[in-house]
């Protein structure tokens, strides 16, 4: 009863990760409890997911990566990768290999955010299609990952899992030999060849697209309109429409995102955004009147003051499953949402109403002065050319030096990688060169509540039997088992998990797996858990098993089937050169 329960509620739990509609630490803490409460997990158990190695370094990890981006050291960078040629190909070969070589040391989407918006940019200024260059440096981003401890958080759990068997942890660098030569490969393939196999499809990220001038519209407030003394709160329930003002004009002067408890006076210049139906059904109903000819709102005061500017929403965004509305985003952050476009879809009107996702891209309108600090609060990234500013030499060398440190005393076994990266993480913070309040916010918190769950109930998939069933059926496909077909057959299934749901859970489950299997066979489980994490990372099929992928999806353009184009060759790849890989480095 205990493994069909366990299996029952893994079974629910892999449909609401594929769902979406529950957030994915949500549906991990749901299958926590359910355990618990059915007494297979003790119940003072529950939370020992969150004192885990693994959980505390990915966190460690996170504050580093947000530390180095304020170090300066990636503004640097971006500076002189601007300055690439005209040529594609060699702009997606820079970029991709410069991308790889980041995640290889710290957070996969840090290192694909910083330098998207370059990519980005020097795709417009070319004239080049973003889709070409967008998925080649998000996939780099995942290769990248493959080579060290720190790359990615399936490393460090199968690292944790290796030490439970073998009684110590993989290293830092051992995951380099077969990590670096799959990398090299999977870059080579997709700069040189994959590239081309992607829709030449213009961006959905442009001002342009969004054609958002063609809805707004300016109207004067007259001395017989119903508008008159009532607020902008007001001004939808009398004019018996949907309607967002942008702005408004009173003697000469912009009011930048007016506030609900304005009220409108006579004479005024309301800045609407409205498409024709909407502006007929409030005209009619208010007695506001067209002002016709050129944009008044060109020429008021303080208008050369607000400008646009595009924002992707990252994965750890308080955006995510919220609408403009909920958030009061205009009083909190002062700033006006004018259109969203996400998956080749644009939303103009009830943008108010629609509940934002991991990867949309925001069209915005502020301020100068804050909107680049409205959209760094939404923890969104910004698509235009970033302000990007050159940090201090000295925090520079600074946080190289603390960063060189951490990972030298892991690799010479002074420390255990959770302590050497936290007390970086620290240094970081008592330095200056992170701001304390970013200490915090840097960290993916959902991300840290799915391995926290997820550890315990991966520990009651294997204590309550379940794991073993799985071993054996996967042993009883034939008379004859080489282990070459086994880590093939255990890295396909690993694969099409992990382009279905997180990579980190993908690896809870499948290590128990792995071990059992090599122990039924007598031999070494380092193979086994080195092809699960080589296998996780290979989330190539979907824009939803990596947030690398999903990040890009909205500003290349992407469709669902758009993955499969570069990604199945990069999946099969991986599989028929992983395993003798293994079998070389980590022979049974």
């Not at 235009?384 to 060189?404: C, D, E, H, W, Y």
């Not at 420390?415 to 936290?422: G, K, M, N, S, W």
């Not at 279905?500 to 031999?523: D, K, S, W």
Request: aromatic share 6%.
């Amino acid at each position: 009863m205990e493994q069909i329960l366990v299996f029952l509620t893994l079974g629910i739990a892999l449909a609401l990760f594929v769902w979406e509609k529950l957030r994915y630490d949500i549906v991990a803490l749901l299958a926590l409890f359910v355990l618990v409460i059915a007494g297979i997990i003790p119940a003072e158990d529950a939370f020992t997911g969150f004192s885990h190695p693994a959980v505390i370094t990915v966190a460690a990890v996170l504050v580093i990566s947000q530390a180095l981006q304020h170090s300066g050291l990636i503004d640097v960078v971006g500076r002189l990768l601007a300055k690439l040629g005209t040529n594609l190909m060699l702009q997606i070969v820079v970029l991709s290999f410069i991308v790889a070589i980041a995640s290889a040391f710290m957070n996969n989407i840090g290192a694909l955010a910083i330098l998207m918006p370059v990519a980005l940019h020097m795709a417009r200024k070319n004239g080049n299609p973003p889709s070409f260059i967008l998925m080649p440096i998000a996939f780099a981003s995942i290769l990248g990952g493959m080579i060290t401890l720190i790359g990615t958080p399936p490393n460090i759990i199968i690292a944790t899992f290796r030490a439970d068997v073998a009684g110590e942890r993989f290293g830092m660098f051992d995951f380099a030999p077969v990590g670096i030569s799959l990398a090299l490969v999977g870059l080579a393939f997709i700069t040189l060849l994959g590239w081309k196999l992607l829709p030449q499809r213009k961006t959905q990220t442009s001002a342009n697209l969004f054609h958002i001038e063609n809805y707004i519209t300016e109207v004067r407030v007259t001395e017989e309109s119903r508008l008159n003394g009532r607020t902008i709160a007001e001004m939808n329930k009398v004019a018996d429409t949907e309607i967002l003002a942008l702005g408004l004009i009173r003697k000469g002067v912009r009011i930048h995102a007016p506030s609900p408890s304005e009220e409108i006076k006579p004479n005024d210049i309301l800045i609407l955004e409205a498409d024709t139906d909407d502006l007929m059904v409030f005209i009619d109903n208010t007695g506001a009147r067209l002002t016709g000819g050129k944009p008044i709102r060109e020429e008021a005061k303080g208008s050369d003051e607000i400008h646009t500017a595009e924002a992707i929403v990252m994965a750890d965004s308080p955006l995510i499953g919220q609408t403009a509305a909920s958030l009061n985003m205009r009083n909190r952050y002062r700033i006006n949402l004018l259109a969203v476009a996400r998956r080749e879809k644009q939303f103009w009107q009830r943008i108010g109403k629609t509940h934002f996702k991991i990867g949309d891209v925001l069209l915005l309108q502020g301020r100068t002065v804050n909107i680049n600090d409205a959209i760094t609060a939404m923890q969104c990234l910004p698509l235009a050319q970033r302000g990007l500013t050159i940090g201090k030499p000295r925090n520079i060398l600074f946080a190289l030096s603390i960063f060189v440190v951490a990972i030298s005393t892991v690799v010479l076994g002074v420390l255990p990688v959770q302590i050497a990266f936290t007390i970086a993480a620290i240094a970081m913070v008592l330095s200056g060169i992170l701001p304390l309040g970013e200490m915090y916010t840097s960290i993916d918190w959902p991300v840290i509540v799915l391995l926290a769950a997820m550890i315990p109930v991966g520990v009651a998939f294997e204590t309550s039997g379940s794991a073993d069933m799985v071993t054996n059926q996967i042993l009883s496909m034939g008379d004859r088992h080489p282990t070459w077909l086994l880590l093939g057959i255990m890295m396909i299934i690993t694969i099409m998990l992990s382009n279905v749901i997180n990579n980190a859970a993908t690896v809870v489950l499948m290590a128990p797996i792995g071990i059992n299997i090599a122990r039924e066979l007598g031999v070494s489980a380092d193979p086994f858990l080195m092809a699960i994490a080589v296998a996780a990372s290979c989330a190539f099929l979907t824009p939803i098993g990596h947030q690398s992928n999903t990040l890009v999806m909205g500003p290349g353009g992407y469709k669902f089937s758009d993955y499969w184009k570069m990604g199945l060759p990069v999946t099969i790849a991986m599989v028929l050169l992983g395993v003798p890989l293994i079998m070389y480095f980590w022979p049974p």
